[in-house]
């Protein structure tokens, strides 16, 4: 793991909010980018690194929720959140034009757009979690009120 020298749209935008945040890169050249396999990269447990799920209810409105890398979305709940009465993930063909990123690489800073964004409630269970810095292979830890705040976001039960 390696502090990052690398500037994305996210960790620019985290720079400028006066975010706390810091930037590791780390290897993927063995091709596991998962949830799991970054948190074993990163020396950290998967309840705190966190993943960035991009979702849309009927009438392509689009939500954001950032969920432990060791659980999953339950859509169920996050449509409750979201007081939408379902949601579905998007194709992954639509995530670059939607958001600017790409699957892997996918921050909840920096998107094209800022989209209504839930975080699961365990994040407030850590000082810092973890999430994507903007692109695969580019992690940032930042504390979980913090990001909420910079992105509008609301912590909510939304994982299973």
């Not at 945040?21 to 309840?47: C, Q, T, V, W």
């Not at 964004?117 to 365990?122: G, K, L, M, Q, R």
């Not at 979690?129 to 940032?140: A, F, P, Q």
Request: some cysteine.
């Amino acid at each position: 793991m390696a502090k990052n020298s690398i500037k994305t749209n996210a960790l620019r935008l985290a720079e400028c909010a006066g975010l706390a945040f810091e930037a590791f890169e780390y290897d993927i050249s063995d091709g596991r980018i998962d949830g799991i396999s970054i948190a074993e990269k990163l020396g950290r447990s998967p309840e705190e690194v966190f993943k960035t799920l991009v979702t849309q209810a009927p009438g392509h409105e689009y939500f954001v929720f950032i969920v432990p890398a060791a659980g999953e979305l339950d859509l169920k709940k996050a449509a409750a959140a979201a007081g939408r009465k379902s949601i579905e993930m998007i194709p992954m063909k639509e995530l670059l034009p939607l958001t600017g990123y790409i699957h892997g690489g996918c921050s909840p800073l920096g998107m094209k757009k800022l989209f209504p964004t839930f975080i699961d409630e365990t994040a407030v269970l850590f000082d810092r979690i973890w999430v994507s810095g903007g692109k695969v292979g580019l992690n940032m830890s930042v504390p979980p009120e913090e990001l909420a705040k910079v992105i509008g976001a609301v912590f909510a039960d939304i994982a299973k």
